[in-house]
């Protein structure tokens, strides 16, 4: 039996001007391990990394880092206490900081140059290190911002749809760098998207979420001839 890294296993609601929300999720992650979260708009994917991360607290249940807990009805660990990685949607780069610095705040301690070094030439914007964001095309927008999630080398690196707003080649690309450094590293990955593609090349392992609830996982290719086949027969059924 492989050793669970990260379990998670609580509920979350929400109300907000007349939509209510419910998540009722349990998900475990071995460590080294890469899943994708999958599902339509709105099924809690990104409330799941949201909570994984410790940017929202759960209503009930326990969110744990192999024997340490993070999160429970009487313990709360905060988020730059549990050696993660983020990479959001929109990047959240700050627009103030030229690429290196964007990168060095990611070491969060003391810079280790090497390892600075080696995250420039692999995402391959060493020659950007003095620009500012807004110079930026996406793709070097997106590099930037896996180069600071990776720089602190979390045990734990979550990812929002990061090459959504990206074209296929560049997806391809950046697919293959961040695979690259997360071997070095041994990094346990969750990522949130909606690309099948992405999802059969880059995760070992498939949860797919619908209403707040995990209505199937396993390994991706099994998990996705599932849902298409289902997609077929709700077709069918038109």
């Known amino acids: 039996m492989v050793e669970a890294a990260y379990s998670l296993d609580c509920t979350k609601k929400y109300a907000d001007r007349g939509r209510s929300f419910s998540l009722e999720a349990e998900l475990t992650l071995s460590k080294g ?6 599902g339509p708009s709105g099924a809690g994917k990104t409330t799941l990394l949201r909570l994984l ?8 249940g326990v969110i744990s880092a192999s024997e340490f807990v993070w999160s ?3 313990a709360f660990v905060a988020p730059h206490l549990r050696h993660i990685g983020y990479v959001f949607q929109d990047y959240a780069l700050f627009p103030h900081l030229n690429v290196k610095a964007n990168i060095q705040y990611g070491f969060r301690e003391e810079v280790d140059n090497t390892w600075l070094e080696q995250l ?3 995402f391959k914007i ?3 290190i003095n620009d500012r964001p807004a110079s930026l095309s996406g793709g070097q927008q ?10 602190a080398k979390p045990a734990l690196l979550l990812l929002d749809e990061p090459m959504a707003a990206l074209d296929f080649s560049l997806r391809n690309e ?21 690309d099948l593609l992405e999802a059969t090349i880059l995760a070992d392992h498939v949860v797919w979420l619908e209403d707040g609830k995990v209505v199937r996982e396993g390994a991706p290719r099994e998990v996705l001839k599932a849902e298409l086949l289902r997609l077929k027969e709700q077709t069918r059924d038109i």
């Open 33 to 38: 391990s890469f899943t994708a979260l999958m």
């Open 53 to 60: 991360a410790g940017l929202e607290k759960p209503d009930s």
């Open 72 to 74: 429970s009805p009487s």
């Open 120 to 122: 420039l030439t692999v």
């Open 126 to 128: 060493q020659d950007l």
């Open 142 to 151: 997106q590099r930037v911002a896996l180069a600071r999630a990776l720089a």
């Open 174 to 194: 950046i697919r293959g760098e961040l695979k690259q450094m997360l071997g070095l590293l041994n990094t346990t990955a969750v990522m949130a998207t909606h």
